[in-house]
């Protein structure tokens, strides 16, 4: 049984132009002579769309868009694709939705499974806009026996209730299972882990690209009978792949570095967000520093070197070094390069606010949020965004400064820890050669006063703050710097547990 896996990169609400992407994976894997096409989880609408589900206009034009899809697909292979269904009741206050997988087959759309386990963790809040649904038995599709499963079905170990064995019980001789899974290290690991449980043949499709905070890995894969892999889809790429569910041939096993998979997923992640959101350009400051360097290549690689600004602001307290190496690194990139001294501003500051830069850090943040002014100049000026480059381990010790270097849309690196970003620097620096020795090398540091160093001991403090963010503790730094989380731009997520969505922690609590 030949089946195309078809990962696609779709965008929330864009109903019109997700249903292109479907129609064109879909006459690829026609060309191919493929029994059955599958898409992702909530392929129509695109995911997550979160609380526009509450609107029920947007859910009557996705049934529209899957009829659509319907039509158009008619006369090629059944296609699999996740999309909205109506629930049948509505409880109060809920939208009163099915998270669907829905068969097309001869134009008609058929419900093949209704997503039964709706996860409500981390970034997940599935429960607020779904209900569960029923079992649906197997469905015969090319002479087999077909089980289909909608992601979170799959990882139903803490579940009362075990789709997938209830579907190879009811007679399923292959199970699919469609997914919207972002992005987290090691994630593979546990997709596969959790379909070679079934003992069964299973075929995972998951979705591709960036909203928001969540970046889509793609990754598509199969396995067989044995629970070996016999095909894998690209990372971070939109690919269609046929594989012949029967095909007994083991795959070998992809040995990537965790820096390269971490880079390409950013890349992505940035890509989308400014593509998916029509801005044209992205400003940074460019310190000379590890963290700015790490967003500036990432940058010009997702966006391409002309559409990037780095913006080097050096003040009284600068290392001449640092502004040399910024420019070497946006020479090294080709990026658009700036330099606007602080002097000026800073004095006029210092004048104007006197007696209150005496003493304490308020004389170093002025110079911070003097430095986000002048980027935000540039952003007003020319459109687009500023990009933030704090680390994690900054962001949970609270060693930032709000409405200055906190500033920015979009986080690239800020579920990142602080030796991650120096693992990453030195992998970019290996396969790429651009980031100057001297930017590698120097002590961290903010330059907000002569001969500042950061205080922290990056090696120990980062790993002790992170335990504390993964196991949902807390200790006084991380209790203190709530509010300035709350405030901070888009973070792209990369861990388990990041500084966003899926962290709901009150700032006002003791």
């Known amino acids: 049984m030949r089946v195309a896996l078809a990962q696609i990169n779709t965008c929330v609400g864009d109903l019109q132009g997700n249903v292109e992407r479907c129609v064109t994976a879909v006459e690829a894997a026609r060309s191919e002579n493929a029994a059955l096409v599958i898409l992702p989880e909530m392929a129509v609408p695109g995911y997550p769309p979160r609380d526009i589900l509450f609107d029920a206009s947007f859910a009557d034009a996705v049934f529209e868009a899957t009829t659509d899809l319907a039509q158009r697909t008619r006369g090629g292979p059944p296609v699999v694709v996740g999309t909205l269904m109506p629930a049948g009741r509505k409880p109060p206050r809920h939208p009163g939705l099915f998270s669907a997988a829905v ?106 690209g960036g909203n928001d905070e969540l970046i889509f890995d793609g990754q598509s894969f199969a396995i067989n009978q044995r629970g070996d892999i016999i095909a894998r889809l690209a990372a971070f790429e939109e690919e269609v792949w046929i594989v012949d569910v029967d095909d007994d041939a083991a795959i070998e096993p992809l040995d990537e570095s965790p820096e390269k998979e971490l880079y390409h997923a950013l890349v992505l992640g940035v890509r989308d967000f400014a593509q998916k959101n029509q801005l044209e350009r992205a400003f940074l400051g460019l310190s000379g520093g590890v963290d700015s360097a790490v967003v500036a290549t990432i940058a010009s690689q997702a966006l391409g070197p002309d559409r990037v600004t780095a913006v080097a602001i050096p003040s009284r307290y600068t290392d001449s070094r640092s502004t040399s190496c910024a420019q070497e690194l946006a020479q090294a990139l080709g990026v658009h390069f700036r330099v606007v001294e602080l002097e000026r501003l800073h004095v006029a500051a210092e004048a104007t606010l006197a007696d209150l830069l005496k003493g304490g850090t308020t004389a170093e943040n002025i110079q911070a949020r003097l430095r986000a002014m002048i ?74 006063r002569p001969d500042q160093v950061d205080p922290f001991d990056y ?39 990041s500084f966003g969505t899926g962290r709901m922690i009150p700032i006002t609590r003791r």
């Open 375 to 448: 980027l935000m100049s540039f952003v007003n000026h020319h459109g687009g965004m500023l990009l933030n480059a704090s680390n994690k381990t900054e962001l949970a010790l609270g060693y930032g400064t709000i409405y200055g270097d906190m500033a920015g849309t979009l986080c690239p690196i800020g579920d990142l820890t602080k030796p991650q970003v120096v693992a990453l620097a030195r992998w970019i620096d290996s396969t790429r050669g651009v980031i100057p020795g001297f930017t590698l090398s120097r002590p961290p540091s903010a330059e907000l």
């Open 459 to 497: 090696g120990k403090v980062a790993p002790e703050m992170e335990r504390l963010v993964q196991g949902n503790r807390s200790d006084r730094a991380l209790c203190r710097s709530e509010h300035k989380r709350w405030q901070m731009g888009v973070i792209l997520k990369v861990s388990i547990k």
């Open 103 to 208: 068969l097309l087959i001869d134009g008609n759309v058929r419900l093949v499974a209704v997503k039964r386990l709706l996860p409500a963790y981390d970034v997940f809040f599935e429960p607020r806009w779904f209900l569960p649904g029923p079992m649906t038995p197997p469905t015969l599709i090319a002479g087999r026996q077909v089980g289909f499963l909608v992601c979170e079905d799959l990882w139903d170990e803490e579940y009362d209730i075990h789709p997938a064995a209830e579907l190879v019980a009811a007679g399923a001789e292959l199970l699919i299972c469609i997914a919207a899974s972002p992005y987290r290290r090691k994630v593979m690991e546990e997709r596969v882990y959790h379909a070679r449980r079934q003992n069964c043949p299973l075929v995972h499709v998951n979705l591709c």
